[in-house]
């Protein structure tokens, strides 16, 4: 099968496309003929040896994957050929869905929201996973409340504001002046992160109590900027650590969250409503093919893409 692949860590060069043995289906797990797959920066962490240095190379990339069940493995009874499914892999090995063919446990494989095509469907599982994992089982939305999404424009960050409002909430979102207008049609306002200070606004717009809920994307100072922006008894999640003191989480009662996304078919089972109530659609920057696997590195190194930029496998 065709995959891409790295040999050493690197630049978005070092990724290439090449015949790779295809994986068979073991045990609990089937194999997958995968249509799409996704760009996300953990993918450029893995390629540069930041995110798993003792990955053992040659190594397959890649985390998302949509497509059809083309092989069942043993002890496999919740699946059948045919089926159309989403997930995010696990990274241990890469990920490795980069690929015409993915082999995952079936306990991380879910049925693939039959209102998405492949593209949406494989934009969603880790993004969309973790805005979800923020958003509604750690913060807790609820009607009524403020919550400020950092880097509103980006893959987590424009789930979490799908999310939020469709728990009731209205929100605030960070993103450049370029992307403020897809910050709107997304259903929240913008703050030029670049020439407005978050806390001013968040305390202007709450009539100096602060936002109920923060999803941090940023990680560093921003997380304790974000507890600025937070009312008392307020919380915070975070995808990346913090770096500065922390002093007005028992002053003032709140709780910090850090999120890491755990593999599991739940998470989507309870996202796909939201999506097939068409709740919440993933954003798409860009469609690539596979043979442009290191413009889409490219791209994710820049930055600031506005919306999820997908892997055309099929």
């Not at 978005?12 to 003929?33: N, S």
């Not at 015409?100 to 095509?117: C, D, Q, R, Y």
């Not at 020439?195 to 100096?208: I, K, L």
């Not at 941090?216 to 650590?241: K, P, Q, W």
């Amino acid at each position: 099968m065709r995959a891409a692949s790295i040999k050493e860590f690197g630049g978005p060069d070092v990724l290439e496309v090449q015949e790779v043995r295809t994986p068979i289906a073991g045990p609990g797990e089937v194999l997958v003929r995968v249509h799409a797959s996704s760009a996300n920066p953990v993918d450029a962490l893995v390629r540069e040896g930041a995110a798993n240095p003792r990955l053992a190379l040659p190594a397959v990339l890649g985390s998302d994957v949509a497509g059809v069940v083309a092989e069942i493995g043993p002890g496999v009874s919740d699946f059948a050929v045919g089926d159309e499914v989403f997930y995010t892999s696990e990274l241990a090995d890469g990920g490795a869905a980069y690929a015409e063919f993915h082999a995952a446990s079936a306990a991380i494989v879910a049925p693939k929201p039959a209102a998405l095509s492949f593209g949406e469907a494989a934009a969603i599982p880790l993004a969309g996973g973790t805005a979800w994992e923020a958003i509604v089982r750690r913060l807790a939305v609820r009607p009524g409340q403020v919550v400020l999404v950092h880097g509103g424009s980006g893959g987590v960050g424009s789930f979490a504001i799908q999310f939020a409002r469709a728990a009731g909430a209205s929100v605030l979102a960070t993103a450049g002046a370029d992307h403020a207008e897809l910050v709107r049609e997304l259903g929240a306002t913008p703050i030029d992160y670049k020439s407005e200070d978050f806390v001013e606004v968040a305390r202007e717009h709450t009539g100096g109590r602060g936002v109920d809920a923060v999803l941090d994307t940023v990680g560093g100072e921003n997380v304790a900027r974000s507890l600025s922006a937070t009312r008392d008894g307020g919380r915070v999640a975070t995808i990346l650590a913090p770096d500065t003191a922390l002093d007005s989480l028992y002053q003032r009662n709140q709780t910090l969250y850090g999120i890491f996304l755990t593999r599991e078919r739940a998470r989507l089972l309870e996202m796909t409503p939201v999506f097939e109530r068409g709740l919440a659609r993933p954003r798409i920057g860009k469609v690539l093919g596979l043979d442009q696997i290191a413009e889409a590195h490219r791209l994710l190194d820049a930055g600031h893409n506005g919306g999820k930029i997908v892997i055309d496998i099929g």
